[in-house]
């Protein structure tokens, strides 16, 4: 399987207002967030699992949203990309019940 480009720390920053940007919008889902800090950083699962001390099954369970990271797993995660863990406002998505376009 094909490894991705390591990105520059100039990619890396963009990459961390685009997802900075989506969460202030409530754009962003864990395990989309995660998979996006993994690939950012141009990791296997593996590296990732290694660098923040979990299995890859757990990181590949967090990325699918079928795992339950605790929250000390999440504030590994966040710290890599300069993130904190919190509660981000919910805006209604376009398909919920109440939104102005369901």
Known sequence: MARWKKPSKEEVR???QILAERARHGALRL????LEIRKSFGMTQEEF???LGLTRRQVAEI???TGNPTLETLEKIGRLFGFSVGFVPKTPRDDEPGSPLA
């Open 14 to 16: 963009e990459l961390r």
């Open 31 to 34: 395990p989309g967030a995660v």
């Open 49 to 51: 699992a290694k660098t």
């Open 63 to 65: 990325e699918t949203g």
